[in-house]
């Protein structure tokens, strides 16, 4: 839709009281998922994954203003007793465990009494290593090399002009996220060591929007009212390609590690969650673990009679401007994002 009719279309529902009436054809909550909130400037050149903090202090504020925000342990209970869920409410997580949720997402939130949940990497926060896709940006992005050696794959790669950063840039994310774990952790120790270790600590330095958090600010999240939750061992993409064994390590190492250090671990997020990011081995295994709740990235409300393991969240708008009007526009969508979810769904029966 273009801009000008989609204002006149927020102008008429906000106008007409539209959106009041659209809510009532919801059955069930919206998750939101948000990754980073950075209080100081993002890094143009990072900046897929970081909110600037001021942007989501907007958006959280109309969402508590408009909605009830509710916690996963009250989703479950609903969904547990077929009851008590509606679409006047909404729930807020973040995806990788970012450390700065601690500075900036956490303690507004905790301010304004409101729960969340946060999926973190536990080899992350054990080990202090960043999300995949940090190692091949920084060397696209930020570093001047002319090509890049990849001996796991036997190439050597261009850079020496934008159009071959770009392909490089779009071949190897591919890469990350289609391949076994035991390829992608050979390809990681490729692009770690096309830089020397000294370097690498001069850019985790200087971008410090991607550091993981430690263990302490995990619980100090805890203590602010957010629940932690399971989003695999390595921030490992389940796909159907992803041998059962992984899959198992991944899921019961998180959960393991997270109980040890919080208490607890009953839910899960699916990294990259597409619904084939979520395969039915996965599915299985994150049942036999016992989580209580999984999520996937696929729009979507959450209502009674869905698959527990294989729960839609809505993507938090990121425009710069506008933040009041795209989320009236996604509360008010909820047929739309249903069909998104239910086609997706469709697709585990064609496997």
Not at 296 to 306: D, H, N, Q, S
Request: proline fraction near 6%.
């Amino acid at each position: 839709m273009r801009p000008a009719a989609r204002n006149l279309l927020h102008a008429a529902a906000k106008g007409l009281g539209l959106l009041e009436r659209l809510r009532g054809m919801g059955r069930g909550p919206l998750v939101y998922f948000y990754h980073g909130v950075e209080a100081g400037p993002v890094d143009p050149d990072l900046a897929g994954l970081q909110m600037p903090l001021a942007r989501f202090e907007r958006q959280v504020d109309f969402l508590r203003k408009n909605l009830e925000i509710i916690s996963l342990d009250e989703l479950r209970a609903g969904l547990d007793e077929g009851r008590g869920l509606g679409p006047h409410q909404a729930l807020i997580t973040f995806d990788d465990g970012f450390a700065n949720l601690a500075e900036t997402a956490g303690p507004l939130l905790a301010g304004w009494g409101l729960p969340f949940a946060v999926f973190v990497n536990t080899r992350a926060v054990e080990e202090r290593e960043r999300i995949p896709t940090y190692y091949l940006r920084a060397l696209l992005a930020l570093v001047d090399l002319p090509e890049l050696d990849l001996p796991s794959l036997g190439r050597r790669l261009p850079l020496n002009d934008q159009n071959a950063r770009r392909a490089a840039g779009q071949g190897l994310t591919a890469l990350l996220k289609s391949a076994p774990q035991a390829r992608v952790r050979l390809l990681l120790d490729d692009l770690r060591a096309a830089l020397p270790e000294e370097r690498w600590r001069e850019l985790d330095a200087r971008h410090r929007s991607f550091e993981p958090l430690t263990w302490g600010q995990a619980r100090a999240l805890a203590a602010m009212g957010g629940i932690i939750g399971s989003h695999c061992h390595e921030h490992v993409i389940l796909h159907r390609d992803q041998p059962r064994e992984e899959i198992a390590f991944q899921l019961a190492r998180s959960q393991e590690l997270i109980r040890a250090h919080l208490g607890s671990c009953d839910y899960l997020c699916y990294p990259n969650g597409r619904i084939s990011d979520a395969c039915p081995a996965a599915r299985a295994e994150a049942a036999r673990l016992g989580y209580r709740l999984a999520f996937t990235t696929v729009a979507g409300e959450v209502r009674k009679g869905l698959d527990p393991l294989l729960l839609p969240r809505v993507t938090a708008p990121a425009e710069r401007d506008g933040t009041q009007r795209e989320l009236e526009l996604q509360i008010s969508r909820r047929l739309g994002v249903n069909r998104e979810y239910e086609r997706a769904l469709a697709t585990l029966s064609e496997r």
